[in-house]
């Protein structure tokens, strides 16, 4: 079974929006993947131009002698997959009405949430999207599968989201699809009178 850990958790956080920070960076360390002989280690930066956290380095330390770090080898570290789940650890997220908690904390609260008014399907659509690009997780999907939503009502939720001012610097695909708008609409969209 693979193991996962963080080491190097830098105090100094990065707050990205919508109540989600991470560390400025970390390192996360793989053990017992299949096929890498040792440890897995990837050292994560928060980019500011990227907006999000990004591998800077990656090293692979065999486990001892008799073990050999090959081309192969290294065609098995999965460096997203590191990245992303140790970025769940040592993210936070606070919604104003609890204490923060960890990402992956946030993501299961998320999926086992149910009953939310569509405003509130508004704010969580935004936080989730933050912290997934946050920690370089694929966005829109990420907020379907938390909300038990397609990905094109996600969409709408997150181009909702943007219209409301609660995804400030975030980039749609389609900035018009936000669905039907009770009142006047603001976009192209719909409107219910």
């Known amino acids: ?49 990227l907006a999000r956290s990004a591998a800077v380095s990656v090293t692979v330390d065999r486990a001892g002698e008799g073990d ?14 590191a990245l992303q789940a140790t970025g769940l650890l040592v993210s936070t997220v606070a919604d104003g009405s609890k204490a923060p908690v960890t990402g992956a904390a946030y993501v299961r609260r998320m999926r086992e949430r149910t009953g939310r008014s569509a405003a509130e399907n508004v704010v969580d659509a935004a936080a989730t999207y933050r912290l997934a690009v946050a920690v370089n997780l694929p966005p829109l999907k990420t907020v379907s599968d938390c909300l038990g939503v397609s990905q094109s009502t996600a969409t709408r939720l997150m181009n909702r989201a943007r219209v409301d001012g609660l995804a400030a610097g975030i980039r749609l695909p ?20």
């Open 1 to 49: 079974m693979v193991k996962l850990e963080t080491a190097d958790v830098s105090p100094e956080r990065v707050e990205v929006g919508n109540g989600v920070s991470v560390p400025r960076s970390w390192t996360a360390i793989v053990r017992d993947e299949p096929g890498v002989p040792g440890a897995i280690r990837v050292r994560v930066e928060f980019d500011p131009r």
């Open 68 to 81: 050999e770090v090959t081309s192969l080898t290294l065609r098995e570290v999965r460096v997203q997959a």
């Open 174 to 193: 389609d900035a018009d699809a936000t669905g039907p708008v009770v009142g006047p609409s603001r976009t192209r969209g719909p409107s219910i009178n």
